[in-house]
């Protein structure tokens, strides 16, 4: 089993950048991708970006050029960082773990981004 838990959500300002972070615990060795999602309000939650053991990387079309995950695998620790943040981005921010356990999910962070 892992435990996922998030960090780093809050109020930005179009244009202006942020970080969120999350922290995985738990039977990490069994971890093949981590990623992160979101959701809107109305809205079904969407895919936003992963990154496998190998490093390779996916990301929405939406944020390409714009968000780049990362991740740090000596804190077990998967990062996204955020730039040039539009209203559209205004969602809760989950993360995922994916592995021989199934899929693990964290509680999610706020963003929210002010025009």
């Known amino acids: 089993q892992v435990q996922m838990v998030e960090s780093g959500g809050g109020l930005v300002q179009a244009g202006g950048p942020l970080r969120l972070s999350c922290v995985a615990n738990?039977?990490?060795?069994?971890?093949?991708?981590m990623g992160w999602y979101r959701q809107a309000p109305g809205k079904q939650r969407e895919f936003v970006a992963h990154m496998t053991n190998r490093g390779w990387t996916i990301y929405a079309d939406s944020v390409k050029g714009r968000f780049t995950i990362s991740r740090d695998n000596a804190k077990n620790t998967v990062y996204l960082q955020m730039n040039s943040l539009k209203p559209e981005d205004t969602a809760v921010y989950y993360c995922?773990?994916?592995?021989?356990?199934?899929?693990?999910w964290g509680q999610g962070t706020q963003v929210t981004v002010s025009s």
């Open positions: 738990g039977s990490i060795f069994s971890i093949n991708v």
């Open positions: 995922n773990a994916v592995g021989g356990f199934g899929t693990s």
